[in-house]
Each structure stands twice: as C-alpha cells, then as structure tokens.
C-alpha cells in the first residue's frame, strides 16, 4: 500500500502499462497505419489500418470489461457492508443505491455510510461524484483496477 493519502481530489488510479505504454501505441499504429494506406494505397495497406483499429477495439473493451467486473464487485461489497450497517428496517433502501453511487460510497468510513444512504434515498446524491465530494472520512481504496 502506497505511504501517501488519497482524497475526492487524488483518488483516480493509472496504470501506467495501460494509460501511458499500450493505450498510445495502439492509437499511434492507427495514425501509422492509416498515414501509410492514404499514401501507397492498396488493399493490405487499409487492411492494417482495420486490424489497428481492432487492436485499439481491443485495448479499450479490455479496460472497459475490467471495470464492469470491478463495479460488480463493488456494488456486491456495498451491498453486504450496508446490510450490517444499517438497521434491518432500513434494508429496502438498499436497492435504491444505483452501481454508479455504490462505487462513490466505497470510499466512506462505515460510520459515515448510513447518513450518506438517507442522503440518497432523498435525492441529495443523484451520481457517483457527487457521493464522492459528500465524503467527510475519505478511506482510501488502492486495490482498484
């Protein structure tokens, strides 16, 4: 786990092999492949441009999936953690939470949860960033994807 905190402002997560090394490789072989196809022309030279833009396809899917799994699991987690947090009679708010402000609430201390669900059951916090910016005790989550 890093030493530094992390905050609403300094909680977004980059991977440097995704973000930095092979996000913009695959969209500069579209620019090669497609400068290479406008000036010599022919079928296999605008195949490489179709077979760079899989390859960037399949870079952002890739991103994509992960965080569609890692949502689920967040939203999993939440759910369990409200259900010994919040009284039994508060349960059916719960499925009021959407995944988007599940993965906001991920970040708040567990006695700032139960304020933070009536806050949304009444409307006050209609996103996930807006969840985020109403937490007072920011608990950092460095096991992201």
Known sequence: MPDKSQSF???TRWFPLYHFFVTPIALFNVYVAGRHAWNTGGRYA???VAFALCIVGLVLA???MALAVQDRLIRLEMRLKLREL???ARHADIAKITVRQ???LRFASDAELPGLVDRIVKGELTDEKSVKAAI???QADWVRA
């Open 62 to 64: 890739s991103r994509v």
């Open 9 to 11: 402002t300094s909680h």
């Open 136 to 138: 007072k005790d920011w």
């Open 102 to 104: 599940c993965v906001g």
């Open 46 to 48: 605008w195949w490489q």
């Open 86 to 88: 919040l009284p039994a």
